[in-house]
């Protein structure tokens, strides 16, 4: 059988299968969600986080991997109860080492903006890559995509920049990621991106009539 990219940076074949089973925790936990919150979401992050990984060897891909794949799952503003405890009951159950259980609890919980605008400098590198996967998938083409079908989900204004509007939560955040990003892999991997996001923020603008 051929090796997966974890399998070759040294994640143990058992590992490999609690990371299944994380997978399809989270797939189920987010199954319902708005399109901007989907499990495509997670899938992106996950892949993200791993190629941020790359050029960080120090960082443990196996608690890497378990943060993306959980970090959406407990997100109280989604419709999906609050995970936390199941999250928990699950990695007792895979047997998961009491040390990683807290490590993944925790950096489940730093992940977000809204709770964690400033990550610390200090904070583990793991968390880092993956509060960058995270904004990487907030920016960008995909971002923009997302921005929209949040707001459609909402009924929130999209053609607009009054109060409100999608377009105001680009100043209010999507333009501001790029900045907050952690780790220098993730800024270059977000910089074309973060140009992106501003061409469309502009030419929005241009088009109705306020740029
Ligand atoms: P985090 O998970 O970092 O807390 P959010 O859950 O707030 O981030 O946002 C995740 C996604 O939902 C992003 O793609 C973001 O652009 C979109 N989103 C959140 N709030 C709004 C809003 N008011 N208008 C448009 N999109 C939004
Ligand atoms: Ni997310």
New binding site residues.
Partial sequence: MEESDSQKRGVSVNRIEILEKLRDFAAEGMKNNDP??DFSHIQRVVSLSLRLADELPRADLFLTEAIALLH?VC?D?LAFYNAADGIEKLLQKLEVPKDEQKFILDGIGS????KQPKQPKDAPIEVQIVQDA?RID?IGAV?VA??FA??GHKG?PVGTAEPGS?IR?FEE??LLLYDLLNTEAAKKLAARRAEFLQLFYREFLTEIGEG
Avoid: E, N, Q
């Avoid at 992940?111 to 809204?114: D, L």
């Fill in positions: 901007s919150h959406d997100d503003k992940v977000s903006f809204r995270d907030a971002g997302r921005a949040f707001s929130y999608t939560h955040k999507l």
